[in-house]
T-cell receptor, first 116, second 111 residues
Framework: NAGVTQTPKFQVLKTGQSMTLQCAQD?????MSWYRQDPGMGLRLIHYSVGAGITDQGEVPNGYNVSRSTTEDFPLRLLSAAPSQTSVYFC???????????????FGPGTRLTVL | SQQGEEDPQALSIQEGENATMNCSYK?????LQWYRQNSGRGLVHLILIRSNEREKHSGRLRVTLDTSKKSSSLLITASRAADTASYFCATRNQAGTALIFGKGTTLSVSS
């Protein structure tokens, strides 16, 4: 199993450009999430999905769009990049626990994005 | 706002010493999880403690949970240089549909 994969690993954009960060998992997990990590801020939840066709906003959704057409893929779109979106982006997946809540979450290696 | 908050923000110890970090959270939980992040990499799951458990062990890790105080602690015994990393606690969001993380504790273990 490859686990959670993310592409690209690094990206530099100019202000106003758009792009898509790719995320895929091969563990048949229902739950997938996108986080951004900034120095001193920990991980903040951008968007998440509890299954194919179902997405919802997290703590910091503005400027980002997601869709979940398959169980495996959960791309994150930056609509018009801004310098404030310079960050490290992590995708993660997990399955629901039979006892309620989430089982352990598996993370991708991250995408380092710089917006000039 | 973030659900969990770790304390302290940073911790420096010598090899062989124990490291304790704390997490406070705001809403009800099914379980609480701890993760480790080595510099620049993705997070790795360490341990999960359920809301009806008070203590759990895994190797040199000991986690406690006090649901009445909405707090948890992670103890790493006999620390090694390889334990140098950031540690995060995670709990569910209010809707129970995603995990949210605190800001983390940065642990530095020197030899």
């Amino acid at each position: 199993n490859a686990g959670v994969t993310q592409t690209p690993k690094f990206q530099v954009l100019k202000t106003g450009q758009s792009m898509t960060l790719q995320c895929a998992q091969d563990m048949n997990h229902e739950y997938m999430s996108w986080y951004r990590q900034d120095p001193g801020m920990g991980l903040r939840l951008i968007h998440y999905s509890v299954g194919a066709g179902i997405t919802d906003q997290g703590e910091v959704p503005n400027g980002y769009n997601v869709s979940r057409s398959t169980t495996e893929d959960f791309p994150l779109r930056l609509l018009s990049a801004a310098p404030s979106q310079t960050s490290v982006y992590f995708c993660a997946s997990s399955s629901p626990s039979q006892r309620g809540g989430h089982n352990e979450q598996f993370f991708g290696p991250g995408t380092r994005l710089t917006v000039l | 706002s973030q659900q969990g908050e770790e304390d302290p923000q940073a911790l420096s110890i010598q090899e062989g010493e124990n490291a304790t970090m704390n997490c406070s959270y705001k809403t009800s939980i099914n379980n609480l999880q701890w993760y480790r992040q080595n510099s620049g990499r993705g997070l790795v799951h360490l341990i999960l403690i359920r809301s009806n458990e008070r203590e759990k062990h895994s190797g040199r890790l000991r986690v406690t949970l006090d649901t009445s105080k909405k707090s948890s602690s992670l103890l790493i015994t006999a620390s090694r240089a390889a334990d140098t990393a950031s540690y995060f606690c995670a709990t569910r969001n209010q809707a129970g549909t995603a995990l949210i993380f605190g800001k983390g504790t940065t642990l530095s273990v020197s030899s």
